[in-house]
């Protein structure tokens, strides 16, 4: 009668293999996870350079060729607590600097709606106007300025951001209600969450084109 041997793996040799196993399969897990960071990252980031540059152009054209020219002469960026009502060419507009669309009770962030007439800078008159920003968006920068040499030169400066406000960073020491804390504020990096936060910043110098005003 012929024994044969039963041949099988050690204990020890099953504890090295899924330990290889269990190493490979976390590398891959992250691997995966860094690569639908970077993903949401770049869509986050486009959406926002989208947008700043579509507001840039709206802005630029009614600065160029719109009915009448910006109203104040500086349109500059306030605490959140007070909206920034201004006129533009034929629109007149309302923001919120710093304040996230979505938050409670923060239902809008950049209205437009037309007008004709004075430019009103009290915060009425908005009723059916067209809401400019997406979800998550806010306000960190917003100045369209006047030259002091040259009445028909102005400089326009927007920033936007997407993201929450515990992804924030402010590099400005002092109160984030402030233009110049707020203003500077940058995303946070190697944090849960940081994939959805992103900045854009266009900054421009017109020449306005229509000299009758």
Same mark, same amino acid.
């Given at each position: 009668?012929? @024994?044969?041997?039963?041949? /099988?793996? !050690?204990?020890?040799?099953?504890? %090295? #293999?899924?330990?290889?196993?269990? &190493?490979?399969?976390?590398?891959?897990?992250?691997?995966?996870?860094?690569?639908?960071?970077?993903?949401?990252?770049?869509?986050?980031?486009?959406?926002?350079?989208?947008?700043?540059?579509?507001?840039?152009?709206?802005?630029?054209?009614?600065?160029?060729?719109?009915?009448?020219?910006?109203?104040?002469?500086?349109?500059?960026?306030?605490?959140?607590?007070?909206?920034?009502?201004?006129?533009?060419?034929?629109?007149?507009?309302?923001?919120?600097?710093?304040? @996230?669309?979505?938050?409670? /009770?923060? !239902?809008?962030?950049?209205?437009? %709606? #037309?007008?004709?007439?004075?430019? &009103?800078?009290?915060?009425?008159?908005?009723?059916?106007?067209?809401?400019?920003?997406?979800?998550?968006?806010?306000?960190?920068?917003?100045?369209?300025?006047?030259?002091?040499?040259?009445?028909?030169?102005?400089?326009?400066?927007?920033?936007?951001?997407?993201?929450?406000?515990?992804?924030?960073?402010?590099?400005?020491?002092?109160?984030?209600?402030?233009?110049?804390?707020?203003?500077?504020?940058?995303?946070?990096?190697?944090?849960?969450?940081?994939?959805?936060?992103?900045?854009?910043?266009?900054?421009?110098?017109?020449?306005?084109?229509?000299?009758?005003?």
């Amino acid at each position: 009668m012929i @024994k044969r041997r039963q041949l /099988g793996f !050690t204990i020890l040799e099953v504890l %090295i #293999a899924s330990m290889v196993f269990t &190493v490979v399969l976390m590398i891959c897990v992250q691997v995966v996870t860094r690569i639908g960071q970077l993903y949401f990252k770049g869509v986050t980031s486009s959406q926002i350079q989208d947008l700043t540059r579509k507001l840039s152009e709206e802005f630029s054209g009614q600065i160029q060729f719109g009915s009448s020219i910006p109203y104040p002469d500086s349109i500059s960026g306030n605490n959140p607590a007070t909206p920034l009502i201004f006129c533009v060419g034929d629109s007149r507009y309302r923001a919120i600097m710093n304040r @996230k669309l979505g938050d409670t /009770g923060v !239902t809008t962030v950049l209205q437009r %709606i #037309a007008y004709s007439g004075a430019c &009103v800078t009290t915060d009425t008159g908005f009723a059916g106007a067209t809401e400019l920003a997406v979800k998550n968006m806010r306000i960190l920068k917003l100045s369209i300025i006047r030259s002091t040499t040259n009445p028909y030169i102005w400089t326009l400066d927007i920033r936007l951001a997407l993201g929450d406000s515990d992804i924030f960073d402010y590099p400005v020491a002092g109160s984030t209600d402030t233009p110049a804390v707020y203003g500077a504020a940058i995303c946070k990096s190697g944090i849960s969450g940081s994939q959805f936060c992103a900045t854009s910043e266009l900054s421009s110098t017109l020449l306005r084109r229509v000299k009758v005003e």
